[in-house]
T-cell receptor, first 114, second 108 residues
Framework: SQTIHQWPATLVQPVGSPLSLECTVEGTSNPNLYWYRQAAGRGLQLLFYSVGIGQISSEVPQNLSASRPQDRQFILSSKKLLLSDSGFYLC?????????????FGSGTRLTVV | DAKTTQPNSMESNEEEPVHLPCNHSTISGTDYIHWYRQLPSQGPEYVIHGLTSNVNNRMASLAIAEDRKSSTLILHRATLRDAAVYYCILRGADGLTFGKGTHLIIQP
């Protein structure tokens, strides 16, 4: 069966420090991968999605970047965190190109920038 | 993705059915109607989806209007564990775009 792993679960980082969040998927090949962010009391905002290794699409301009070095690995990074980067970060995967298929989300990383 | 409209919050009693409405008047012929729910401090969880016909699974039922401009998620017997934010989303080729959802409150 397919599973998605996301870590760490919680993270407290000072302003200006770097960030690296990792997400891996098991049990499927060539998935679509997504990074979402949820600010406190807000809805989910799509940050990045990837349809293949090295292919990243950004939905909104921001202080973050994403990379997909392997088929089932998706990384969210920042060189210098801002206070506004605080939030709940969620990774998700779906079957490539099929709209009749749901998304599976990871358990999320709660990032607090201080 | 086309836009959906949901009530901000709804309240129900435990062990009673819950009907969560969603309007999507601009739905296209190829959009699937997806429902997810998000429990506090967790990632969204897939609930159910459909295209034209009503759908049932172990979690819920989805009733889709004949013109597809609205749908209703039905929880047949709500429990306290069903308290969550429920998102109605139209899934097209561009993926999932989440709105604010409906905050479902279950009273014991």
């Amino acid at each position: 069966s397919q599973t998605i792993h996301q870590w760490p679960a919680t993270l407290v980082q000072p302003v200006g420090s770097p960030l690296s969040l990792e997400c891996t998927v098991e049990g499927t090949s060539n998935p679509n991968l997504y990074w979402y962010r949820q600010a406190a009391g807000r809805g989910l905002q799509l940050l990045f999605y990837s349809v293949g290794i090295g292919q990243i699409s950004s939905e909104v301009p921001q202080n973050l970047s994403a990379s997909r070095p392997q088929d089932r690995q998706f990384i969210l990074s920042s060189k210098k965190l801002l206070l506004s980067d605080s939030g709940f970060y969620l990774c998700a995967w779906s079957v490539l190109g099929i709209v009749n298929y749901g998304y599976t989300f990871g358990s999320g990383t709660r990032l607090t920038v201080v | 993705d086309a836009k959906t409209t949901q009530p901000n919050s709804m309240e129900s009693n435990e062990e009673e059915p819950v009907h969560l409405p969603c309007n999507h008047s601009t739905i296209s012929g190829t959009d699937y109607i997806h429902w997810y729910r998000q429990l506090p401090s967790q990632g969204p969880e897939y609930v159910i989806h459909g295209l034209t016909s009503n759908v049932n699974n172990r979690m819920a039922s989805l009733a889709i209007a004949e013109d597809r401009k609205s749908s209703t998620l039905i929880l047949h017997r709500a429990t306290l564990r069903d308290a969550a934010v429920y998102y109605c989303i139209l899934r097209g080729a561009d993926g999932l775009t989440f709105g604010k959802g409906t905050h479902l409150i279950i009273q014991p």
